[in-house]
């Protein structure tokens, strides 16, 4: 499995998801405007991986500020956190990934600056590292859901490329494979940024599970036809009572699945569960460029260039069309989450 974020001599390795699926590339980040931009313009993205690699921009900035005391340390790094937190607002592990790392910062005060500088890389690691087991624990407790033969749809990409590595829907399902069960993947394309057909297709090839690539539009035919057994996809935030923000079009397979009889599952680990957030009317959407919808990658046309454009990055799939949601602390109810994570 190709890293989708490391540290790597001195830098914050990305592979660079947005030239995927036809060059695999990494980007070096040196400085910590460089991973502020990467996250912005979708090089790295999924919740999850946004979160691990904000922190290591946290940790990377932090690294070259020229500073005697904490006094003078802790404002500059705050200034990195608040700059890599404006990227994108939709995502809650990126917030919680950061304000993990100024706790971090703020428990060290007594220290001096270089040894807060390597406990920040180090918290950093660990933020990673954390989240390929919750990813593998998510995996075991969510393929249990899954029995030998069935097809499985799933929307954008929740994968590898979108955590630290393994996945959360996709980590559902690789563990399933794993355990010799036979299945089909079905990926829905996800237009307009194509996560399904460039990265999901990509990634479940690669691990040489079977996948069919659909256009968003097929899904409810296939579902029709008795071809879908169940749907699993990841979240970018999920509010207190169990409402799910995750990529447009989510929304639309939650309500073909409900419509057909299909089971709807979420998949994410704690870090995505925003019980500060108190229902999906809450949570902000991000509303992107829209040159995404009239084009292909920004240049070729596939509409009038002037045309008016809609373009949210993600919807609200609410509570009760979900069946249940995969943590890496068991399956639960939408309505069951505010008590399960109520300490975290
Ligand atoms: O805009 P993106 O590609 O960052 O959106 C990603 C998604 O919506 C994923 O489904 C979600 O972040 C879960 S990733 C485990």
Redesign the pocket.
């Known amino acids: 499995m190709v890293p989708t974020v490391e540290w790597k001599d001195g830098a914050v390795r990305l592979l660079d998801?947005s030239r995927l699926p036809g060059t695999v590339e990494f980007l070096d980040c040196r400085d910590y405007q460089t991973v502020a931009e990467a996250i912005r313009t979708?090089k790295v993205?999924?919740?999850?991986?946004?979160g691990v690699t904000a922190a290591m921009g946290v940790a990377l900035g932090a690294q070259s500020i020229n500073a005697m005391n904490y006094s003078s340390f802790a404002p500059a790094v705050i200034k990195i956190c608040d700059e890599l937190a404006a990227t994108?607002p939709?995502?809650v592990?990126l917030f919680w990934a950061i304000e993990r790392m100024r706790r971090k910062l703020e428990s060290l005060q007594a220290q001096p600056v270089s040894a807060i500088k390597q406990a920040l890389l180090k918290e950093s690691q660990a933020v990673l590292e954390e989240d390929i087991d919750l990813?593998k624990t998510m995996g075991r407790h969510g393929a249990n859901l899954i029995s030998d033969g069935e097809t499985i749809l799933t929307?954008?990409?929740?994968?590898s490329l979108?955590?630290a590595g393994y996945?959360?829907?996709?980590?559902v399902i690789r563990s399933a494979w794993e355990q010799g069960k036979k299945i089909n993947v079905i990926a829905d394309e996800?237009r307009p940024?194509l996560?399904g057909s460039r990265?999901t297709a990509w990634e479940l090839m690669q691990d040489q599970i079977p996948v069919t690539l659909i256009t968003d539009n097929m899904a409810g035919s296939l579902m029709r036809q008795g071809k879908i057994h169940l749907c699993i996809?990841?979240?970018?935030r999920i509010a207190a009572n169990g409402d799910v923000?995750?990529?447009?079009g989510?929304y639309s397979v939650a309500v073909l699945a409900k419509a057909h009889n299909i089971p709807f599952y979420v998949?994410?680990?704690y870090s995505?569960i925003d019980l500060k957030t108190k229902s999906g009317a809450d949570i902000p959407i991000?509303q992107?460029n829209p040159l995404e919808v009239t084009t292909i990658h920004g240049s070729h046309p596939v509409a009038p260039l002037n045309v008016a454009v809609y373009n949210p990055?993600?919807d609200v799939t609410p509570a009760e069309l979900i069946t249940a949601i995969i943590t890496e602390r068991g399956v639960f109810q939408p309505g069951e989450l505010s008590v399960q994570f109520q300490s975290t």
């Open positions: 998801q979708l993205r999924g919740a999850p991986a946004i994108r939709t995502a592990n990813c929307h954008c990409n929740a994968g979108a955590t996945g959360t829907a996709l980590g996800t940024v996560q990265l996809v990841g979240a970018d923000a995750n990529k447009i989510t998949a994410a680990p995505t991000e992107r990055a993600f």
